[in-house]
């Protein structure tokens, strides 16, 4: 084996460390995330997304 095919090949199995890490990591990393809590208007309503006069417009307008 040449000098040039075994530099190769370690550099073949450093990468493969590497990217063994890094799938670890980010599972780790999914599995302790925690969900965002809940918006909250001071009405205790829910805030985001709602559904106004100007949206229903626009579905009905984009309906085939």
């Known amino acids: 084996m040449k000098k040039?095919?075994?530099a190769r090949?370690?550099?073949r199995r450093e990468f493969?460390?590497?990217?063994g890490l890094g799938a670890v990591t980010g599972a780790?990393?999914?599995v302790g995330a925690k969900p965002a809590a809940a918006n909250v208007d001071?009405?205790?309503k829910r805030a985001g997304y709602r559904?106004?006069?100007?949206?229903k417009?626009?579905?009905?307008l984009a309906r085939f």
């Open 16 to 19: 493969l460390k590497i990217a």
């Open 57 to 60: 417009k626009a579905y009905e």
């Open 4 to 6: 040039d095919q075994q």
């Open 28 to 30: 780790a990393a999914a």
């Open 42 to 44: 001071a009405d205790g």
């Open 51 to 55: 559904e106004t006069a100007h949206v």
């Open 9 to 11: 090949g370690a550099k």
